[in-house]
Each structure stands twice: as structure tokens, then as C-alpha cells.
């Protein structure tokens, strides 16, 4: 099955500075990876997400890119700020769609005014 | 985006008894519901799938004894947990995926503490 790898575990960045979390996968036929990002004790929300036909994607301060040769994804934060502290998920899933996740480890970022 | 309401949002129970947690799509049919399990500091991991109207599919090492799945309408799924036991204590999270929807959406997980 899917093998879903996060880097780093923890994440401390400057208020203002970027962060980026990298991921890696196992399976080739995996096709669709979002990120979410979860406050403590509530739901994960989806904040991006990108398919396998496109190499990058990105959303005002958020991008997320994708090296399908290499599979591995990374998100990049830029100007972060201290409402951006939360653990952020990746994960992947061969339906082209969000169901069938496999989720990574989680990256606790904090950012620090 | 899509709703997806679970009740309780948290419950305490005593060793041996049952808890049901129930994961309900508001505004569109799931087809597809899954349930995790997060321990503190740790990843969702799943625990089953299930379709409505068919037996769910369980992940390795998961009891399907012992976490009881009923998924019996496109609105609706329930997850029990049989004669608890503290190591149960977990965040449950739950997450529903239906057309036309793209994306799977959460529940806002129960966080069941066994005494």
C-alpha cells in the first residue's frame, strides 16, 4: 500500500519568514495530494491541494509542487504569520479525488512574532 | 464547502461499556465514509471504509468486533465502540466523500476518553 513520509516533524520560523514541509510517496499511481491543516483538537481543513497533471499550484501565500519522477510534494507558506502555527498533513491517494488517503506524519509549525 | 456533523464531540465512558459516534453529511449523499483514529501528537490513521449499504472494510490490525461500522443510509454513519477500555481513548475523525464533491470533507472528531 501507500507510503507517505513528512519532513520535518516540527517546524519553528520567524513571523514573516517562509516554511516549507516536504512529503514523499511510495506509489507511482498516486494522483492526488492535498494538504490540510489542523488546530489543535478540530477538523483538518483542506488548504490546497494539487493532481498529478500539474506541477504547481498555488494560492496567495500557499503553493504547493509536485516532481511526479521524484514523488515527492512540498508546500511553501510565504510571509507566514502566527495564525498559520498548526499541524499541517499531507497526504495522497490514487483516486484522483479525497477519498483513499494516506496521510503523512504531520508537521507541527510554529511561528513566532 | 460541504458540512459533515459528528456527534458527540466528546465523550467519557467506564471500561466495558459501548460508545457510538455518529458522522452525518448535511447538504450532499456520501457514498464513501471513513473513520480515523488520532492518538495525541500523532497522524490520522484509518481505520475503515465504509459504502453505504455494504459491510466496511477494515484496516489491518483494526477489530471489526470490536469498532462495529453500520453505514446504512447516504446521510448517515456510525461507528461503535465495543466494551471500551482506556487504550481506546482516541480522537475519532470522520470524513464523507460524494459526488459531486472532489474532496473528502471532515467531521469535527470525538474525542472519547475511557475510564
Known amino acids: 500500500g501507500e507510503n507517505v513520509e513528512q519532513h520535518p516533524s516540527t517546524l519553528s520560523v520567524q513571523e514573516g519568514d517562509s516554511a516549507v514541509i516536504k512529503c514523499t510517496y511510495s506509489?507511482?499511481?498516486?494522483?492526488?495530494f492535498p494538504w490540510y491543516k489542523q488546530e489543535l483538537g478540530k477538523r483538518p481543513q483542506l488548504i490546497i491541494d494539487?493532481?498529478?497533471?500539474?506541477g504547481e499550484k498555488k494560492d496567495q501565500r500557499i503553493a504547493v509542487t509536485l516532481n511526479k519522477t521524484a514523488k515527492h510534494f512540498s508546500l511553501h507558506i510565504t510571509e507566514t504569520q502566527p495564525e498559520d502555527s498548526a499541524v499541517y498533513f499531507c497526504?495522497?491517494?490514487?483516486?484522483?479525488?479525497?477519498?483513499?488517503?494516506?496521510f503523512g506524519g504531520g508537521t507541527r509549525l510554529m511561528v513566532k512574532p | 464547502g460541504a458540512v459533515v456533523s459528528q456527534h458527540p464531540s466528546w465523550v467519557i465512558c467506564k471500561s466495558g461499556t459501548s460508545v457510538k459516534i455518529e458522522c452525518r453529511s448535511l447538504?450532499?449523499?456520501?457514498?464513501?465514509m471513513f473513520w480515523y483514529r488520532q492518538f495525541p501528537k500523532q497522524s490520522l490513521m484509518l481505520m475503515a471504509t465504509s459504502n453505504e449499504g455494504s459491510k466496511a472494510t477494515y484496516e489491518q490490525g483494526v477489530e471489526k468486533d470490536k469498532f462495529l461500522i453500520n453505514h446504512a443510509s447516504l446521510t448517515l454513519s456510525t461507528l461503535t465502540v465495543t466494551s471500551a477500555h482506556p487504550e481506546d481513548s482516541s480522537f475519532y475523525i470522520c470524513?464523507?466523500?460524494?459526488?459531486?464533491?472532489?474532496?473528502?470533507?471532515f467531521g469535527q472528531g470525538t474525542r472519547l476518553t475511557v475510564v
Open positions: 447538504d450532499f449523499q456520501a457514498t464513501t
Open positions: 497526504a495522497a491517494s490514487i483516486n484522483n479525488a479525497g477519498n483513499m488517503l494516506t
Open positions: 494539487i493532481r498529478s497533471n500539474v
Open positions: 506509489d507511482s499511481a498516486s494522483n492526488y
Open positions: 470524513s464523507a466523500f460524494g459526488r459531486p464533491n472532489t474532496e473528502a470533507f
